[in-house]
């Protein structure tokens, strides 16, 4: 059971495991979309059923025929590919700052990216994809030492996620609701946004919904094929915000709460997060790190830096955190960054899975 105040910030590097993107790979990801779009329109010129996002293009400009829109949906697209292989963005985020005219274009193919991995993978829960399920071990010890099944609501946890997909959420529920002896258990309370808090939303609303099914269409209609999952990724970026953008300025509540929940927290897992700096300033870095809401016990950090980047990430988490680059650039650290208290700070160059399954715990 986490008896501390614990709490998890989460990366795209997480959700890495279970298949989706990294950030990097989102890009490359959401050209490929448009490229498809493209294509299609090339082999099999478009009219009905219309998309959703069509018809939001006719609505904002009155009197405009279907072709019309059709065309400016297909030039959008051609638009959205030329730009990204000129300017070779690293973050998909930063570039539908830059390209205002194409941010809705580039939210919904996001979504489309986002659910149809997210559609696979709950799909086929047998793939090997969950080999290193890292979310299993979350709940094992949330589990562990609960005489009553009741007492794995005395779980001191919370997630702070950064991720669109919501495989986390859906694997924990469905982790926990599995185990016989908490048949009985309401868990609604885990995750609620109080406790489950998507700093830029995710593809729903509502984490214990069931999957759409129209992210992977199976119907013979080629265009009812290319209409439904267009349909079901508009509908889903409704509930997501991007990076820098003034849209993020509007979710002062999950930035707060999850100031709150950092000052708070007495042990902090950092797991496949690549400190981005817009992000490291919405989490109030590093002022989180050093001035505790409670002082009364040791603070714990735990950081991941598996991958290629793992000195940069390095470099930024110290720099985020502690003020200077160097720290996190050994091993495992113990390191007096205050003069108030003392930080016990623990680095593992493994996967999530391995980190927490053989160093952490």
């Known amino acids: 059971m986490f008896e501390r105040k614990t709490?998890?910030?989460i990366g795209a590097g997480a959700s890495k495991h279970f298949g989706y993107p990294t950030n990097a790979e989102l890009l490359s990801l959401v050209r490929d979309e448009a490229v498809a779009i493209i294509d299609y329109n090339t082999r099999r010129p478009a009219t009905y059923p219309m998309p959703q996002i069509v018809k939001q293009l006719m609505a904002e400009q009155t009197g405009t025929e279907a072709n019309k829109a059709w065309k400016k949906f297909y030039n959008d697209c051609n638009e959205l590919v030329n730009r990204i292989d000129l300017n070779r963005p690293v973050v998909i985020d930063h570039f539908l700052r830059d390209n205002p005219d194409l941010q809705v274009l580039g939210k919904t193919l996001i979504a489309?990216?986002?659910?149809?991995?997210?559609a696979k993978l709950f799909k086929d829960l047998d793939s090997n994809k969950l080999e290193e399920n890292w979310v299993a071990l979350i709940a094992?010890?949330?589990a562990d030492n609960c005489i009553n099944p009741e007492d794995i609501k005395q779980n001191k946890i919370n997630f702070i996620t950064f991720n669109y997909d919501l495989s986390l959420?859906?694997?924990l529920y469905g982790i926990l609701t599995s185990r016989t002896r908490f048949k009985s258990v309401d868990f609604k309370y885990l995750f609620s946004e109080i406790r489950f808090l998507h700093v830029y939303g995710a593809i729903s609303d509502d984490p214990l919904s069931p999957?759409?099914?129209n992210f992977l269409p199976t119907y013979p209609n080629q265009q009812q094929s290319f209409c439904d999952p267009l349909d079901a990724a508009y509908s889903a970026s409704?509930?997501?915000?991007?990076?820098d953008m003034h849209e993020k300025?509007?979710?002062?509540?999950?930035?707060?709460?999850?100031?709150?929940?950092l000052k708070e927290a007495e042990d902090i897992y950092v797991l496949g997060y690549s400190f981005d700096p817009s992000n490291n300033k919405r989490l109030g870095f590093p002022d989180?790190?050093?001035?505790?809401?409670?002082?009364?016990?040791?603070?714990?950090?735990y950081l991941t830096t598996y991958g290629a980047d793992k000195v940069s990430v390095s470099r930024r988490a110290s720099l985020a955190m502690f003020g200077y680059e160097g720290l996190l650039l050994t091993e495992m650290n113990n390191a007096n960054h205050n003069s108030n208290q003392l930080i016990y700070t623990e680095k593992s160059r493994k996967k999530v899975y391995q980190a927490l399954a053989h160093d952490f715990w």
């Open 288 to 301: 989180v790190i050093k001035n505790r809401t409670d002082n009364q016990s040791q603070r714990r950090l």
């Open 169 to 171: 959420e859906r694997l």
């Open 7 to 9: 709490a998890f910030i």
């Open 238 to 243: 409704i509930f997501m915000r991007l990076i």
């Open 140 to 142: 094992s010890k949330m």
């Open 249 to 261: 300025d509007e979710n002062q509540f999950e930035i707060n709460h999850a100031n709150s929940i």
């Open 112 to 118: 489309k990216v986002i659910g149809q991995h997210e």
């Open 211 to 213: 999957m759409p099914n």
